[in-house]
């Protein structure tokens, strides 16, 4: 049974990279932030049933120095995926210092931590399209020019800096996942796209009244996470470490999340959305959109659903919890 490590496990990616590692029959090893509760988390469903015996859940802050390096050699995995950072990039803003520490220190102990191990597993890196920046071409690939404009680009181009670095310098089988957004209902409620399907099914239900929103007219190249982890775990299948985009090579507006969420349910989302400066961010990329073909013939790899599906989806899962939650707290 093959063993691999997980950084992050209850977030949205580490819980379906999770999923797809123990349906390949893989043992899974993997970090929450002390305090976490698994049991309520996005992983919860995976600690009971068939699978509860081959999760094991470290709680551990990778803040501290110390922690990775004296787990790993116990754990011994063969495959290595670095998912935990902060992925807020407004909040990057009002922390820089924070995130910049956490998403480049982070990065750089685990090269570290995995390098001195008597055989270092194969070692997925996050990276993120926030390294291009304001690019001079679209759509983007392995080769552009990195160009952040944001504390969270700055400290991701730093992690694929390292990557391409420890790769040539210490012969570590690494790959790092350049990554556009990806969502999915187990999305953050603080990203835009969740942020609109959870309001357009709380006003639906009458839970809600009003939505504030920052910028309506960015353009994001959205895919769905769950062909974004099967993208991880192909980059450790291949024989060659590389860099990779994961894209859908499309970009939509935020008008266009509205559109198809809200009208999804019936609703005009115009007599609801309001605008709140403070939600503005001191700077946007621009035309982010990626170019994939890389990832389609080295992997195999391609997306399988489409921009509009998968913001109906994230809409009727929002509804069906509401309604649950609704239930579940209304008196008999
Ligand atoms: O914003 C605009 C906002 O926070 C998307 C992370 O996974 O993808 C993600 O970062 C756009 C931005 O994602 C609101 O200004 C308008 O232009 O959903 P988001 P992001 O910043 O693109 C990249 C690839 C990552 O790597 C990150 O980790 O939507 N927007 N109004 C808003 N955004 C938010 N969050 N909230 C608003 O009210």
Not at 147 to 161: I, K, W
Not at 228 to 254: C, F, K, N
């Amino acid at each position: 049974m093959r063993r691999a490590f997980i950084t992050g496990l209850a977030g949205q990616d580490g819980s379906y990279l999770a999923e797809l590692l123990l349906a390949r029959d893989y043992e899974v090893h993997g970090t929450v932030r002390p305090g976490t509760n698994p049991a309520t988390s996005r992983i919860g469903h995976l600690l009971a049933g068939p699978t509860a015996g081959r999760v094991t859940v470290h709680g551990l802050d990778l803040n501290e120095p110390a922690g990775l390096r004296e787990l790993l050699p116990a754990v011994q995995p063969e495959e290595f995926y670095h998912l935990a950072a902060p992925s807020h990039v407004g909040q990057s803003f009002e922390q820089p210092e924070a995130a910049c520490a956490a998403i480049g220190l982070g990065a750089l102990r685990v090269l570290e931590a995995v390098r001195r191990l008597p055989r270092p597993p194969r070692l997925f890196l996050a990276s993120s399209s926030e390294i291009f920046g304001r690019p001079k071409q679209a759509p983007q690939d392995e080769e552009t020019p990195l160009a952040p404009v944001t504390p969270y680009g700055c400290a991701m181009a730093f992690v694929t800096h390292l990557a391409r670095a420890w790769r040539l310098v210490h012969g570590l089988f690494v790959c790092c996942g350049i990554l556009y957004n990806h969502e999915s209902p187990r999305r953050g409620e603080q990203f835009v796209t969740r942020k609109i399907t959870r309001a357009a099914a709380a006003i639906k239900l009458g839970l809600q009244h009003t939505l504030e929103l920052g910028n309506l007219d960015a353009r994001r190249d959205w895919g769905d996470a769950r062909d974004y982890v099967r993208a991880m775990w192909l980059m450790l299948q291949a024989p060659e470490p590389g860099d990779y985009v994961i894209a859908s090579g499309q970009t939509h507006s935020v008008r266009e999340v509205l559109d198809v969420a809200f009208g999804h349910l019936g609703l005009d989302w115009v007599r609801y959305v309001r605008s709140d400066p403070r939600l503005l961010r001191p700077a946007e990329p621009h035309t982010l959109v990626g170019n994939a073909a890389r990832a389609r013939r080295v992997l195999n790899w391609a997306p399988t659903r489409a921009f509009a599906e998968l913001i109906r989806e994230m809409t009727d899962a929002d509804l069906a919890a509401l309604r649950a939650a609704r239930f579940v707290a209304a008196p008999a």
